[in-house]
């Protein structure tokens, strides 16, 4: 009688399975009442088929491209950015090469030959930008530009 009120009260059990089971292609690991034995399957089920939803969603969180990029920071000051990229191997520092225009860090020499942009939130002065390597971490101080006068003045050849 209990299991009757129990079964009436719950809507897991008032669920068409067999579209369910259409919807989300596949058979699912539970079609009648749980078994209390088994609780972890259907939460397995579930962990599962969430992974594999992420996976075709971004399928390049598991390229090994991405395990070449270092971890950065941005700091944005009044004045300056600072860039700092986690570069632990100092060996691996030294083949770095650096490469800076108005909005943008780019690393070359990464493994593989790959590199890494780093877009700043901010317009710099690349000829300001000083770099230093230190306990693990490459950091670039670099001056932004001026917001009061964005425009330089150019000389103009006469011939």
Not at 35 to 57: D, F, I, L, R, T
Not at 106 to 111: I, K, N, Q
Request: include cysteine; charged fraction near 25%; charge should be positive.
């Amino acid at each position: 009688m209990i299991m009757d009120e129990n079964k009436n009260n719950n809507n897991f059990f008032d669920i068409n399975w067999k579209n369910f089971e259409q919807f989300f292609g596949g058979k699912l690991p539970f079609t009648g009442p749980m078994n209390p034995g088994k609780e972890s399957e259907p939460m397995a089920w579930v962990e599962n088929y969430v992974k594999n939803v992420m996976k075709q969603a971004m399928p390049n969180m598991d390229s090994p491209s991405l395990k070449h990029h270092f971890h950065t920071e941005i700091f944005d000051t009044h004045n300056n950015v600072i860039v700092k990229v986690h570069v632990p191997d100092k060996a691996q520092a030294r083949k770095l090469r650096v490469k800076l225009n108005l909005n943008q860090v780019r690393l070359e020499g990464l493994p593989d030959n790959k590199t890494q942009t780093i877009r700043l939130a901010s317009l710099v002065v690349p000829e300001s930008c000083k770099a230093v390597y230190r306990n693990g971490i490459l950091q670039l101080h670099i001056r932004k530009q001026s917001a009061e006068n964005p425009y330089q003045e150019i000389d103009i050849r006469f011939t």
